[in-house]
């Protein structure tokens, strides 16, 4: 799953990809009504691709978590945001069972959720590209000395 362009706003709700840079900050479209608009260098801006989910081990990154899910729900639609927080967290616990339940909060996980439904709904869950590997072709001594 690619989220590159991909961006969270602090104070406003939803997802917005990256369309442009301007001189002040960069130019936006709303993932959820496609409404355009500058988002100044003041703002808090977050990539999705830069975000990662504490584990007790390492963090995970949230691309990683996003494709699990997608393998969950067969690229449908996770569990709503709006669920109470004790479902929420047992749905994560499917999905990222070492997931650090203290400094993960209710909250992160409603993000976490609300953001994959809009992107399941934007078409923008696939399925994980799968790494093959071109096989090498042996060459024998005799092509060798042609």
Known sequence: MELEGILAIG?????????AQSRGGVIVSSLI???KFPVT?????S??????IYTYNEEVPLADVFQKIAD????GQAISHKEKPEALRSYMLEIL??????????????KLFQWYNILQE?????????????????VSSEEESK
């Open 11 to 19: 104070g406003k709700p939803g997802l917005y990809k990256l369309v």
């Open 33 to 35: 009504d496609d409404k």
């Open 41 to 45: 260098q003041a703002s808090n801006v």
């Open 47 to 52: 990539a999705l691709k830069d975000i990662a």
């Open 72 to 75: 969950k729900e067969n690229l």
């Open 97 to 110: 069972e070492d997931y650090d339940q203290e400094r993960v909060y209710n909250s992160d996980l409603k």
């Open 122 to 138: 934007n078409g923008l869950v696939t399925k994980a590209e799968e790494k093959t590997e071109e096989p090498v072709e042996e």
